[in-house]
Structure formats: C-alpha cells, structure tokens
C-alpha cells in the first residue's frame, strides 16, 4: 500500500476528517488530501505527528506492515491519539462566540434603552466582530480577533481625534500645546503595532511559502503595488488639503482613516508572507548537504 492509502485507513480506522487530522498537525485540509492522494508527501516532523496520532511506529505507516512481535517485546506505548468532536459539543470558539454575540446585542440592548442607539452600535462593534470572527475561523480566531480590535480602535482614533502613531516622527519637536497626552496615546499606538506584526508572523511560523518564481513574482508585484499606491494617496492629500475651498465632512474623514488601515493590513500580509519565504529558504538552504 502506498503512503497516502496507509494515512486515510489509518484516519479512518481513528473515527477522524481530514478537517480534525489537518487540525491536530497545524496544516490545511488540502495537504491532508494531497497526502492521501499520493499527490504530496509529509514531512518528516508532520510523518512523526501522524505515527504518533495513529498509535503506530513510522515503519507501518510509511509501509503499512505492522511490526513482527519481538522475543523481548520492547513495543514502545503508544502515544495519546486526538478524538473526533463528540456530536452535539460545539468547539470551544463557537461557545466563544456564542457568548461575544449576546455581549453585542446586550450592549445595544443598554444603550437603546439609555437613549444612546448610536453609541451602542458603535460599542458592540467589537463583540460583533470577535464574535463572527469565532464562527468562521477554524484557525488562530484568537488572532483574528485581536486584529478586529486594533483595527477598529486605530479607525477610531484616527477619525475622532486625528492621534495616529505617525506623531512619534515629531516626537523632538513636539511642545506643551500640541498636548502630551496626544504624544503618549501615539506611542501607545507604535507599540502595539509592532507587538501586532511580531505576533502574526510568529503564528505563521510554521508556513512553508516556496521562494520559487512566481512566488518571488508575486512578492515583488505586492511590495512595488503597495509602495505606489501609498505614494498617490499622498499627492492625493496633499493636493486636497491645498484646496480652499474643499472642507472634510465628518463621514468624508473616514474614507481616508478606512484607507490608511487597509494600507496597514496589506503591509502586514506582505511582511508576514515575505518573512516566510526568507525563513523557508534559510531552512531549504541549512538542509542541502
């Protein structure tokens, strides 16, 4: 029996889906499949994992051929397997988000009654996207989660009091009048930023992005895209504020805040996929004899 043919037996033989096995090994359900269809093959840490899901030596699983019973009987125990969710329980995320919904419509619920319908709105927004992010993310919601968050109170920084973390730039020249206060609450920002990058790169660890050709074309292409387009909503901004007659209303100073934190997002996946590709290529380059 081949490789992949051995892996589905023994998944099935375990009561588990691609989805559970891909879960317990931190990979996707297409590699799962691509292993069974003999259209990939693990590698060797993922071999490790699965013999010792499957309860067996690496020897049946690659051959499929259980080991002969030895005199002395050294059989090593077999390692805790992974159990299919039982029927009925709900994953630990969803009770998650289960419970961050009713917190969204509770804080609604308060400050409808409060005679605040739009500060509810606007306080549930974060319950309401933790919430749906729990549903939907199979993997690292936590992630996710903190994510929505930063975004949406760097939106709301932006658009209600102008602080962004580019005020650090001034930080030399900055003087009582301009407030302190604005300074710190910029600083704050920068900080957590950086604490944001550092922890979605650290999640994706494990990711293997190939630098070959069209990967490389690709991490070009996104980089020099990014880098134009920041640059004409810079003229852009810069022509709109030298008219003197255009005034921004107060929903008309979102579009940009909307703008600069998608720039944000887009930086953060061309860093977190660039950051993988280098640590790929240092791990193939270390590997080559």
Not at 13 to 24: F, I, T
Request: proline fraction near 5%.
């Amino acid at each position: 029996m081949s490789l992949g043919s051995n892996i589905s037996r023994l998944r099935a033989e375990k009561h588990l889906s691609q989805g559970d096995l891909a879960e317990a090994l931190d990979v996707s359900r297409q590699s799962v499949s691509k292993w069974e269809t003999d259209g990939s093959v693990p590698d060797l840490d993922k071999l490790v994992k699965l013999s010792r899901i499957f309860g067996v030596t690496l020897d049946e699983l690659v051959t499929g051929t259980p080991p002969e019973n030895s005199s002395d009987d050294t059989t090593a125990p077999a390692a805790p397997t992974i159990q299919p969710p039982a029927t009925g329980n709900l994953p630990g995320r969803k009770v998650a988000g289960i419970v961050l919904l009713c917190m969204a419509f509770v804080t609604v619920l308060v400050c409808t009654v409060a005679g605040g319908l739009l500060e509810g709105l606007i306080l549930c927004t974060p319950f309401l996207s933790c919430g749906v992010i729990c549903f939907l993310a199979k993997k690292r919601p936590g992630l996710w989660c903190a994510w929505a968050v930063y975004l949406l109170v760097e939106v709301y920084l932006r658009w209600a009091t102008g602080i962004t973390w580019q005020l650090t730039l001034f930080t030399l020249s900055f003087t009582p009048e301009q407030n302190y206060i604005r300074l710190l609450i910029a600083w704050i920002q920068l900080m957590v930023m950086l604490v944001m990058f550092l922890v979605t790169i650290r999640a994706f660890r494990r990711v293997r992005v190939e630098p070959r050709g069209r990967n490389v074309v690709y991490l070009i292409c996104g980089w020099a895209a990014l880098i134009l387009l920041n640059a004409l909503k810079n003229r852009l901004d810069t022509h709109l504020y030298q008219i003197p007659e255009f005034s921004f209303s107060l929903g008309l100073r979102l579009l940009p805040q909307a703008v600069d934190v998608l720039f944000l997002v887009f930086f953060t996946a061309l860093l977190t996929v660039t950051v993988c590709t280098i640590r790929t290529r240092i791990a193939d380059t270390k590997g080559t004899p």
